[in-house]
């Protein structure tokens, strides 16, 4: 422990951001000390001295990529922090604006950048874990929270098991016991505080729900069992007996060439995408064979028909036609840039139908933005029953388990196709970009051996998901 840790202690004591009476928590509940390190601001000698205590402590902790504060007392010392170790930072909104960019994280990062956060005083750790749960959906990762306080009342258990370790540089229990030896309080008070800190634990249970239910910590198997929509229930449990999350996109304009391909890469795929409508010589008896291959192999059709339309118009594209889309699709793709109309329509018109909700893309310059895929989001909450589940490119809906993830622009060598595809590679997809499901087209249709490679595919992902699960 650095020497000035106790004079630092009584220096916070002095200006009031440790005080000791009757105070009551933003909860309501009574606590006989209080800890109030807004104030600190106001005095640079003891910012200066609380950053040289916490540039200490993190060189222990390693691969620091960025620091991110938690908002707002943290802000300035997270600031401080990344000046004095040149360590870049980011900042976390508490509210997406709704101008301009509108990001929740704002400063540059990679995906996969490894978050160092900072934070002043730990009670129940929930205000690390909400700042977490944004780094994390805008692809941030985060396993390390430098604190200066903990209030030892559960707060290091609860990100423990949200997979945060904590490095405080002080416990209640010492900076009593300092203020003790300096006469700042006496022993009455000692008593005080030892014996409220014993009675008020956080009840982690009735915190953030976020340790069991992040969906990347959780198997398939258990998602299963939570997933609202049946096509998602029968996608989990394919997924978990066949050991694949690979998602084959049939983007070929004969039906042979389409039968060939399922009947290739059946054995190694939960889920058969096409595009009905580019087939040259389409007839409808071409899907009674795709349906007997698709039902040999165990995996499921999958229409990629992105409907977009008023709710009428979806319902006839969606049952009518040449496609009778209704009648063989196990799960079909909507855009949400409708709203309900899309999503009533196809309820109403499939029984036990499941629907990918587009949330974001894979095309370059897609004028999808942060506030367009969060009310895609919260239009996929209305419709539990009805959403499989979403696809996007980097890992949102971290608490809703039962709904899967879908990912398109998978490839292990190409990065573009000249045509606004951008492409990242399966073992990304997975661990930093939280797919469930790869779709992958022409990695595997236009390879030599698409059998062969079908099969490399399920297993590079599958073994990513096994390491995501161990993350
Ligand atoms: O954002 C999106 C949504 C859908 N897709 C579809 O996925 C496949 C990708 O094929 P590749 O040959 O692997 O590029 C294709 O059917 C798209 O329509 C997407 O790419 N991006």
């Known amino acids: 422990m650095p020497a000035d840790i106790k ?10 951001a440790i005080k000791f009476g009757e105070f ?7 606590t006989p000390v209080y800890c109030d390190l807004r104030v600190i601001v106001s005095y640079p000698k003891l910012m200066e001295t609380l950053t040289g205590l916490l540039v200490e402590q993190l060189t222990r902790i390693k691969n620091i990529d960025i620091l991110c504060g938690v908002p707002y007392t943290a802000l300035p010392i997270a600031t401080c922090v990344s000046m004095s170790t040149s360590i870049p930072m980011v900042m976390r909104r508490k509210e997406a604006k709704d101008y301009g960019t509108k ?24 205000s690390i874990l909400e700042t977490v749960n944004d780094l994390k959906a805008a692809g941030i990762a985060c396993e390390n929270a430098v604190v200066l306080l903990n ?18 540089l002080l416990t209640m229990t010492e900076l009593i016991g300092y203020l003790r030896e300096a006469d700042c309080i006496d022993d009455s008070v000692v008593v005080k505080v030892k014996a409220y800190l014993k009675e008020a634990q956080v009840d982690a249970s009735v915190l953030l729900k976020t340790p069991s239910e992040d969906r990347l910590k959780l198997s398939f198997a258990s998602r299963a069992k939570v ?3 049946p096509v998602a229930e029968e996608l989990f449990r394919i997924m978990t007996t066949k050991q694949t999350t690979l998602c084959l996109a049939a983007d070929l304009t004969s039906s042979t060439d389409i039968l060939n391909l399922a009947e290739q890469a059946g054995p190694h795929i939960c889920l058969f995408k096409t595009h009905i409508d580019i087939i040259e010589d389409f007839h409808p008896n071409f899907l009674k064979p795709l349906q007997e291959i698709a039902e040999r192999h165990n995996f499921l ?3 990629d028909r992105k409907f977009a339309d008023i709710g009428k118009t979806v319902e006839l594209q969606y049952r009518k036609g040449v496609y009778k889309i209704s009648s063989w699709a196990k799960v079909v793709t909507a855009h949400s840039i409708t709203g309900k109309g899309v999503l009533d329509a196809i309820k109403a018109s499939g029984e036990g139908a499941g629907v990918f909700l587009l949330a974001e893309t894979s095309a370059a310059g897609s004028l999808i933005d942060e506030k367009y895929t969060k009310a895609t989001l919260k239009l996929a909450e209305q419709y539990p029953d009805l959403i499989t589940g979403i696809v996007c490119q980097s890992p949102l809906f971290l608490q809703n388990p039962g709904l899967l993830q879908l990912t398109p622009g998978v490839q292990l060598d190409a990065k573009s196709d000249g045509l606004g595809q951008q492409y990242n590679t399966p073992d990304n997809v997975v661990r930093d970009r939280g797919a469930d499901i790869a779709v992958v087209g022409r990695g595997i249709s236009k390879a030599k051996e698409p059998e ?12 990513a998901y096994s390491k995501r699960l161990q993350e």
Request: net charge positive; with cysteine.
């Open 7 to 16: 004079s630092f202690c009584v220096e916070l004591f002095k200006v009031n």
């Open 24 to 30: 009551k928590t933003k909860v309501g509940l009574m």
């Open 103 to 126: 990001k929740l994280i704002e400063g540059v990062f990679k995906l996969g950048d490894k978050c160092l956060i900072v934070e002043d005083v730990v009670t129940s750790g929930s």
């Open 151 to 168: 209030r030892e009342q559960g707060g290091e258990g609860i990100l423990k098991k949200n997979g945060i370790k904590m490095h405080a």
């Open 227 to 229: 997933a609202k929509n």
């Open 301 to 303: 059709l999958f229409e």
């Open 452 to 463: 062969i490679t079908a099969e490399k595919y399920k297993s590079i992902l599958w073994d």
